[in-house]
């Protein structure tokens, strides 16, 4: 099996630099897939209250550590503050919740999911104004939402935490603000949206990156489509440069992409429900780009966003949208 690779926190703790991704499955799907990946040997796994899967989650993982088939301690799991919960008073109640449908103690990151708040309405569904905008709270301070977050390391209920989806002012205005600084920052990150600024700033604060949707999310043409946004997505998995590599290594594109990610030192967090591909997107340790390789992929970025949140419509009017 391949080796497994680790990315060192500035908490000391490790993150395994290759996780699964779950977005966009339902209960039955990730079920068998949560398996599936276990049995694949994945170990970190990504996912958050929005996805409504934490509770099929926590019952794989439930047979599997009381079966004593995997070690907790072997486990990383990820999962996210929610755009509802970014009020301070809501954070560990929140995350309670999540371990609740874990059936976990502690998840070993918690992550802001989202620098702007929405609100809910009575039936716990996002508020929406009658055109079926989302209803945004625009009173969102990051700061004191953080002090909440550092609370759950000392309660031991989350082992690092960190940031998703905040750019590079929102983090340096954390940054400052705070007592301890966020391990992780998640962020969308492929060929085609690369942020060497971004990436530079966190190397040098020592924030580890992991990339989200590093095969340029396929499911993303889906969601815009249900709320109108009709919009031309790019197949990463067709580009030429990053085909010829492939061939070069008889390794697939998506692996090249994935392989890409990890030479330059970030964790990434593929999705794949399809048992062929979840064992092709962990087999990426035993072929390395050359520089020329490397480079010539670096030139293909064009800032172009897939998760721009166009599904979420009404939340870039909120005064901490980030994009
Ligand atoms: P992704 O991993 O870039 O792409 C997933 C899509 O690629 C699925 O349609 C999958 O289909 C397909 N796929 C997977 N492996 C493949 C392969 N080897 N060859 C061809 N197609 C392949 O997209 P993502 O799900 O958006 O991102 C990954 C994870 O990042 C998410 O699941 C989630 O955990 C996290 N994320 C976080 C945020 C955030 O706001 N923090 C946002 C987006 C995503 P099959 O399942 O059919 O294989």
């Known amino acids: 099996m391949s080796e497994q690779k680790y990315l060192h926190l500035n908490n000391g703790l490790k993150m395994p630099i290759l996780g699964y991704g779950t977005w966009m499955a339902s209960e039955e799907e990730i079920t068998v897939a949560v398996n599936e990946a276990l049995e694949i040997g994945y170990r970190h796994i990504d996912t958050a209250p929005v996805y409504l899967n934490e509770k099929a989650i926590g019952n794989v993982l439930q047979e599997w550590l009381s079966a004593g088939k995997v070690k907790r301690s072997s486990l990383f799991v990820t999962t996210k503050l929610p755009p509802p919960g970014n009020k301070p008073d809501l954070v560990e ?24 708040t929405v609100m809910l309405d009575e039936n716990g569904e996002f508020k929406r104004y009658e055109d079926g905008t989302i209803m945004v709270d625009p009173s969102t301070d990051h700061a004191a939402i953080w002090k909440e977050m550092e609370g759950l390391l000392a309660k031991g209920l989350a082992k690092s935490i960190g940031i998703s989806n905040f750019n590079l002012q929102q983090i340096e205005r954390l940054r400052k603000h705070c007592t301890i600084q966020p391990q992780v920052l998640q962020i969308e990150y492929h060929i085609y949206l690369q942020q060497p600024e971004l990436i530079e700033y966190c190397k040098a604060s020592d924030i580890a990156v992991t990339a989200y949707s590093p095969l340029g999310s396929k499911g993303v043409g889906a969601l815009n489509k249900m709320v109108g946004v009709e919009r031309e997505l790019p197949d990463l998995l067709e580009v030429p440069e990053v085909k010829q590599i492939a061939k070069k290594y008889h390794k697939s594109a998506a692996q090249v992409l994935l392989r890409w990610i990890v030479e330059k030192g970030l964790s990434v967090i593929p999705k794949s429900t399809n048992s062929k591909r979840m064992r092709e997107n962990k087999d990426i340790f035993d072929f390395k780009l050359s520089p020329e390789e490397i480079e010539q992929l670096n030139k293909l970025d064009a800032n172009v966003r897939v998760v721009d949140f166009a599904f979420f419509k009404g939340v870039e009017k909120h005064p901490e949208f980030p994009f």
């Open 93 to 116: 109640s929140t995350l309670r919740k999540s371990l609740a449908d874990l059936q976990l103690d502690y998840v070993d990151l918690y992550l802001i999911h989202t620098p702007f």
